[in-house]
């Protein structure tokens, strides 16, 4: 790669395509952070009395329901602490695990420990496997670098319809900023992009999605930006507190009997071979950049730290040649056909139908209304100083 470069704050580089630096050798995701952080991310004594607030609405609203939230559970460490925190509440979430066909038997048992040991219900949602391999394998041929569009949209559809039909209002998401603030747009697409969804199936599918939770755009709309009129409200409670991935999986191991994948979505076997294999290997994105990015910039490893570990390989020879077979054999290809698969020229999301635009204008609508509301704020307690400056 020529003009190669990495950030000087934290380990992006040069193989997003689209990153830019400063004069300085800041990245655009650093100065981004920066600019977004105040707005969304709130780990401090304010965000804790807003968690506390928005439960002892949500609990008053539902006091006569038999749950009053959503939540999924994928035995990850944010699902998991996010559950610790939602019984700490004491809220009443239903709990969903969407069974995508890739579990790892160690995200089994750490779900299975931790709902046992807080004492929720837990509503498992099976994927139709056939639907589900179809689908994957028409995005592997259809050459994009998000391989995890397929179980992402089904677990996000998932819970929003399984919401939507059960009239519960309030889904507490395991969305958190302080571990995913950095994503280049370059290595993927929005996977709960619906139209590029379908634009892949039809082209490259071999069976209807007759089951397949597809969410549509309206639907899309009213889990991301919260529409009022849609009566559905997602919070992302970990973005309100102070949240250590660290610190967390210390917790929960100690607690909880949780045990680690070794890295971020391991606990499902195919985001752990399309991450530490595909990605690197056909495309040249490796997605521990920004996980690492997240955390250095967010405070909790250093920079140094995070280029320590960018030393090591993505993926371990002794397991990779496992992993593969598992991989091959489980979605019934034969090694030529995932060898030509790996050859084929890489695409991009815009060579298929998609949202992208559409779903800019409401990021920035929704960046507008956040700013707008920061404003009224200052203008509150301005007016709230005066008045009592006045008074005395």
Known sequence: MTNYQ??????????????VFDQNGVCNHCLGFRQEAPHVWHPNDRGVAHIRAWAARVKE????????????LSGGTDSTFMAVQAHRLGLRPLVVHVDTGWNSELAVKNIENVVRKLGFDL?????????????????????????????????????????????????????????????????????????????????????????????????????Q?????????SFPILNFMPYSKAAAM?????????????????????????????????????KRLAHLSSLVVTGQMSRAEALEQLG?????EAEIEEDKTFFIKKLGLTPEEFEA???????????????????????????????????????????????AATDA
């Not at 990495?6 to 990153?19: E, F, K, S, Y």
């Not at 930006?225 to 409200?233: T, V």
């Not at 090591?312 to 371990?316: I, S």
């Not at 991009?348 to 559409?358: C, E, K, L």
Request: charged share 25%; aromatic share 14%.
């Open 123 to 223: 509503h498992t949602e099976v994927i139709d496997w056939g639907e589900m391999k179809d689908l994957q394998i028409a995005f592997l041929r259809a050459g994009l670098a998000n391989q995890d569009t397929p179980q992402d949209h089904a677990i996000f559809g998932t819970l929003y319809k399984l919401a939507i039909s059960s009239g519960i209002k309030h889904l507490l998401s395991g969305i958190n900023y302080a571990t995913e603030c950095i994503l280049p747009r370059a290595w993927g697409h929005n996977a709960l992009d619906g139209r590029q969804l379908r634009a892949v199936h039809k082209r490259f599918g071999k069976r209807p999605l007759a089951t397949f939770p597809v969410l549509s755009f309206s639907e899309y709309c009213s889990y």
């Open 341 to 387: 698969i790996m050859q084929a020229p890489n695409r991009s999301f815009q060579d298929y139908p998609n949202h992208a635009d559409n779903i800019r204008q409401m990021n920035e609508i929704r960046s507008g209304m956040s700013q707008l509301h920061t404003d009224m704020k200052a203008l509150q307690e301005r007016w709230n100083a005066l008045s």
């Open 312 to 316: 090591r390989p993505p993926f371990k």
């Open 61 to 72: 609203e539902n006091k006569n329901n038999e749950y009053d939230c959503i939540m999924g």
């Open 250 to 286: 210390e917790f929960l191991q100690s607690e909880y009997g949780f045990r680690d994948y070794g890295a971020k979505h391991y606990e499902s076997r195919f985001t752990k071979f399309f991450q530490s294999y595909f990605l690197p290997v056909k495309f040249g994105y490796d």
């Open 225 to 233: 930006f919260r529409f009022p009129q849609a009566n559905f409200e």
């Open 6 to 19: 990495r950030c000087a704050v934290c380990v992006m580089d040069t193989t997003d395509p689209q990153i």
